[in-house]
């Protein structure tokens, strides 16, 4: 594993510039948490499979709002419970990984910015600077 001391001042610069413009801020992904029904912070964070899972979760538990909306007037009482079992299950799953996820988005964003940096450190050891 590559380490920021192995660099030369030049380098260092190097590293720190692409750095700014490739890291991502914890700032930004808790902003997007607000938003985290949709999975944005996790898509930002580029945690795509799991940006997606949210997202479906998400766009379930709105149709079974939808239909259980839709029941609710019929007074069909098997429909109403089965849309309510529908909405609570993904909306309740949704709501505990938002809940997880704020406490994870530190370390989520501290690994991608780590991964990335081992990346440039890498292309750098690659392509040195004379």
Same mark, same amino acid.
């Given at each position: 594993?590559?380490?920021? @001391?192995?660099?030369?001042?030049?380098?260092?610069?190097? =590293?720190?510039?692409?750095?700014? $413009?490739?890291?991502?801020?914890?700032?930004?992904? @808790?902003?997007?948490?607000?938003?985290?029904?949709?999975?944005?912070?996790?898509?930002?964070?580029?945690?795509?499979?799991?940006?997606?899972?949210?997202?479906?979760l998400f766009?379930?538990?709105?149709?079974?709002?939808?239909?259980?909306?839709?029941?609710?007037?019929?007074?069909?009482?098997?429909?109403?419970?089965?849309?309510?079992?529908?909405?609570?299950?993904?909306?309740?799953?949704?709501?505990?990984?938002?809940?997880?996820?704020?406490?994870?988005i530190s370390?989520?964003?501290?690994?991608? $910015?780590?991964?990335?940096?081992?990346? =440039?450190?890498?292309?750098?050891?690659?392509?040195?600077?004379?």
């Amino acid at each position: 594993m590559l380490s920021r @001391y192995d660099l030369t001042t030049k380098e260092l610069m190097l =590293l720190q510039s692409e750095m700014r $413009n490739l890291e991502k801020s914890a700032g930004v992904a @808790y902003l997007l948490l607000i938003g985290g029904h949709l999975g944005a912070h996790r898509f930002y964070l580029k945690r795509t499979w799991s940006a997606i899972i949210q997202l479906v979760l998400f766009i379930l538990a709105t149709i079974m709002y939808v239909t259980l909306c839709i029941f609710i007037d019929t007074g069909f009482d098997a429909m109403i419970i089965l849309s309510l079992v529908g909405f609570l299950i993904p909306a309740l799953a949704l709501l505990i990984w938002i809940i997880v996820d704020l406490f994870l988005i530190s370390k989520m964003v501290r690994a991608y $910015n780590a991964e990335i940096e081992q990346q =440039l450190l890498m292309q750098i050891k690659a392509y040195p600077i004379s």
